[in-house]
Nanobody
Framework: QVQLEESGGGLVQPGGSLRLACKAS????????MAWYRQAPGKERELVAR???????KYADSVKGRFTISRDTAKNTVALQMNGLKLEDTALYFC????????????????WGRGTQVTVSS
């Protein structure tokens, strides 16, 4: 099995910053991509940022220039630095590990973390 543990959420004023972190653990041989998604109340879950192995990092248009995703492939971690936070960034943020190759079974799987709440409020 594979577990994803997020941290770093909280309450911040508009214009402030937060840094989210996620660590994947368990029977991992390799992870193709790691990403952050978010879901606001009454809305669908949406991609925030994604970083594949050896590929181009992708950001949602709404966060370009404000958020930065970074990944440590050796440690199976991914972080999201969020600057210039806006009220509309308030959401539950989920870490996502895409195409995880299991070290014991040789099978592939996709995994979600439980989420960490980010609230932007004055």
């Amino acid at each position: 099995q594979v577990q994803l543990e997020e941290s770093g959420g909280g309450l911040v004023q508009p214009g402030g910053s937060l840094r989210l972190a996620c660590k994947a653990s368990g029977e991992i041989f390799r992870i193709y991509a790691m990403a952050w998604y978010r879901q606001a109340p009454g809305k669908e879950r949406e991609l925030v940022a994604r970083v594949p192995s050896g590929g181009e990092t992708k950001y949602a248009d709404s966060v370009k220039g404000r958020f930065t995703i970074s990944r440590d492939t050796a440690k199976n971690t991914v972080a999201l630095q969020m600057n210039g936070l806006k009220l509309e960034d308030t959401a539950l943020y989920f870490c996502y590990a895409e195409r995880v190759l299991h070290s014991t079974t040789g099978r592939w799987g996709d995994y979600w973390g439980r989420g960490t709440q980010v609230t932007v409020s004055s």
